[in-house]
């Protein structure tokens, strides 16, 4: 197959050419072969599919999906489901290659691998959503697999559609297959401290660069873009860690205070509100690109990528970001975040506590045993704080960013991991 280049699309960012700067930078640091760049580069599957989906009008429209397998070399592939109407292939490639990364960062079994769905969950039903859901699954039924391809959550999708995922895949191969897809309902299979493990894990990078910083979590503010799975668990356990949480956001605006916002008010307002903050009365309301500029310890992107980009990357005033999101800050602006003498968590590692919890879901799975939450937060902790610190080693080290750090760790294992297997 051949690989195609990322198309730069004028004024427009590009996930993908942000993936690849940075793996780039990484690969000429650790003197990777030609080769070995070229397998590393290359997905190893693409698939795009078309379902078509009763509508509850009762017209039949087609939906565009995509699954991408990046690599399977540290074992079968991982990796999310998108729900959003900006999906395109480009996203899900570099979501797919951020996924080897970052299971690669944490040191877990797994390659990677992502899928999507070019649609718009808050414009359609729960029936709609099953349908789409399932249609999805059975298009891909001979990728998905518990030793070859395991899907869970990502934007737009939860406990629910992979409860029907879950369903659908057994049900067409005839018996019940909990472990190929992580994120279930506790009831189906899934483990406790799964739906708030990425915010967990974007605690635990915070307070560790904090500590990096002598920064005290008492005295410490911080805003958070988005208010989703990702961003509202990680203001919720900041604030039980003391952090101060300034500012919060979604798709309505940006809610600021600067006594600290009332996280739980503001989840118990969400949940009641159709999962929008939307009139939220403990806070002011201002402009989503305002929130970026608030003067904080901390600013965590939880919501998308590309949200801080050379447009917008003067005016942070945070001392670290940390992102929940994957690919939040655009590659042009790397350099000004650099001389800002920011300190970036990155993605690959701040929000790896999802996949780390979601591979201990399926090892419950396969030996049918469950674990106690104290348990699964302990590990998730443990896992999370040794790749911190191996990181901010390999940084020091190599006198490089945090995330050039991750990318080198990342491909370093990955690239001997191939050729201690050979067979090329
Ligand atoms: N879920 C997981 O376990 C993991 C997720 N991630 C990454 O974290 C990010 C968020 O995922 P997740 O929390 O699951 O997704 P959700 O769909 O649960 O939440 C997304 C949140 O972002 C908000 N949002 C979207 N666009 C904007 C915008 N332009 N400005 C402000 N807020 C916005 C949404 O608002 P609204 O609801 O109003 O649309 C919503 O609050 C994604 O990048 C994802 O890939 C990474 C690792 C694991
Ligand atoms: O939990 C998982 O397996 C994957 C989560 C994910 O998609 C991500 O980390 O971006």
Not at 126 to 143: C, I, K, N, Q, S
């Amino acid at each position: 197959m051949a690989y195609i280049e990322p198309a730069p699309i004028k004024d427009k960012e590009n996930p993908l050419e942000s993936m690849m700067h940075r793996f780039d930078k990484a690969v000429e640091l650790l003197g990777i072969s030609d080769e070995m760049y070229h397998i590393l580069k290359v997905p190893r599957k693409q698939v795009t599919v078309g379902i078509p989906v009763t509508m509850d009008s009762g017209k039949i429209k087609v939906f565009e999906g995509y699954r991408v397998i990046h690599s399977t070399i540290l074992g079968p592939s991982k990796g999310g489901i998108r729900f959003d109407p900006d999906v395109n292939i480009d996203e899900v490639r570099a979501l797919a290659a951020w996924m080897t990364w970052k299971c690669a960062v944490v040191d877990i079994p797994y390659g990677g691998a992502k899928g999507g769905v070019a649609c718009n969950p808050r414009e359609m039903s729960a029936g709609e959503m099953e349908r789409l859901m399932r249609g999805y699954t059975m298009a891909l039924l001979d990728v998905f697999g518990p030793d070859q391809d395991i899907p869970a959550p990502d934007m737009g999708t939860g406990q629910r559609e992979m409860a029907w995922l879950m369903d659908e895949y057994s049900k067409a191969k005839g018996m019940t297959i909990p472990a190929v897809v992580t994120g279930k309902p506790l009831v189906l299979g899934g483990s406790l401290g799964r739906t708030e493990a990425t915010g967990r894990g974007v605690m635990v990078s915070a307070l560790a660069g904090m500590e990096k910083l002598r920064i005290n979590p008492y005295r410490a503010t911080a805003v958070v873009q988005g208010f989703g799975n990702v961003g509202s668990h990680a203001a919720s356990l900041l604030r039980e860690r003391g952090v101060s949480i300034h500012a919060i956001s979604d798709i309505s605006g940006a809610y600021f205070n600067d006594k600290g916002i009332d996280i739980t008010a503001a989840i118990a307002y969400r949940d009641q509100n159709n999962d929008s903050l939307d009139g939220f009365t403990g806070a002011e309301l201002i402009s989503g690109d305002d929130l970026f500029s608030i003067p904080v310890d901390v600013l965590v992107p939880a919501a998308k990528e590309d949200v801080i980009t050379r447009r917008n990357v003067e005016s942070i005033q945070a001392k670290m970001i940390v992102e929940g999101a994957n690919g939040p800050t655009s590659f042009k602006a790397d350099d000004i975040i650099n001389d800002k003498g920011i300190m970036v968590v990155p993605d690959i590692l701040a929000n790896a506590g999802g996949v780390t919890v979601s591979y201990f879901e399926w090892v419950q799975n396969r030996i049918g045993y469950k674990w106690t939450l104290e348990r699964v937060n302990r590990r998730t902790d443990r896992i999370m704080k040794d790749a911190f610190d191996h990181v901010y080693e390999v940084s020091l080290k190599y006198k490089v960013s945090l995330r050039i750090a991750a990318y080198i760790v990342a491909i370093d294992k990955v690239s001997s991991t191939y050729k201690f297997r050979g067979g090329f």
